[in-house]
């Protein structure tokens, strides 16, 4: 079990019909998940939309999370940004709020060089007193860490993981916890010996990623029944098809800001049945 859990939803931002964060709806998602099979959660996420968030809002969600979460339950807040002033701002506001860990993405758009990386890094690390993990996801920052760097980087105080969402990459690194960063990778990180997780099927599924890790004799049975909830949800960006997903369960989500849109009639329908199938839809037995 990593030190900040073994199963961390990357939670989505519920929002009210006029569009502004839904404080109540986002604290009942926090119980949800913890009742659900969560260690943790990390919030101001990719899937929490955080690049539709003013920073007020922003570290409003994130001082939420920390002062109505359930027991027990660790809060990772996103704090990655293209500008390393941003960064180190969102990092030192983050820290100060109470947060167990820190999430931060390598620049993106920008592209720096390896020394840019590494120098971006050293300076959040200066303003954070918290477990920071860094987040490799090359199909949206347009750049790849590799392991080498990332073992580099894991020399600068305070980085103590990878949330590694490059399937070529999964390996374990010396001095790394290593979370998978797609649901689709959860037990071959698990079988590796890996940290976990940071996944979103688990707002639908948490209790049968609870038994991926519980019971490792039965992870390829349970891994195979869960391909189409993983398989499903990508439809769509996966906070538009997770806050569907949730507002089907009865657990209100609200809609995406844009760019993101509602699913059309053909995805919720899909994601209707998967539901359906599993037993998941408001109303149904349990």
């Known amino acids: 079990m990593g030190s900040l859990g073994t199963i961390i939803t990357a939670a989505v931002t519920p929002f009210a019909g006029d569009g502004s964060v839904d404080e109540q709806a ?16 990390v919030v101001c996420g990719t899937t929490g939309e955080a690049s539709t968030l003013t920073d007020a809002e922003h570290l409003r969600v994130v001082e939420l999370a920390v002062n109505e979460r359930p027991q027990g339950l660790k809060v990772i807040a996103g704090v990655g940004s293209n500008d390393t002033r941003h960064a180190v701002s969102l990092t030192a506001a983050a820290s100060a709020l109470g947060v167990d860990g820190l999430l931060s ?68 690194i010396d001095g790394l916890e290593l979370y998978a960063g797609n649901d689709e990778d959860f037990t071959t990180v698990l079988d590796l010996g890996g940290a976990g997780g940071i996944s979103v099927a688990s707002h639908i599924v948490g209790p049968e990623l609870r038994r991926l890790v519980d019971e490792p004799e039965q992870r390829a049975d349970i891994f195979h029944d869960l391909q189409q909830v993983f ?33 059309n009639d053909n995805e919720l329908q899909e994601l209707r049945l998967m539901l359906e199938t599993r037993g998941l839809l408001a109303g149904a037995a349990r």
């Open 26 to 41: 986002f604290v009942a998602l926090l119980e949800h998940l913890a009742a659900n099979g969560s260690d943790g959660v």
């Open 105 to 172: 993405v390598n620049p993106y758009y920008n592209r720096p060089s390896r020394a840019g990386v590494i120098a971006h890094y050293r300076e959040i690390t200066k303003a954070a007193d918290k477990p920071i993990l860094l987040y490799n996801i090359p199909q949206r920052t347009g750049s790849d860490m590799d392991n080498e760097l990332l073992a580099e980087l894991g020399q600068l105080d305070h980085i103590i993981g990878v949330k590694q969402s490059n399937t070529d990459n999964l390996a374990l």
């Open 231 to 263: 398989e499903t949800l990508s439809i769509a960006p996966l906070a538009v098809s997770t806050k569907a997903a949730l507002n089907l369960m009865g657990i209100e989500a609200g809609r995406p800001r844009l760019p993101y849109v509602e699913l």
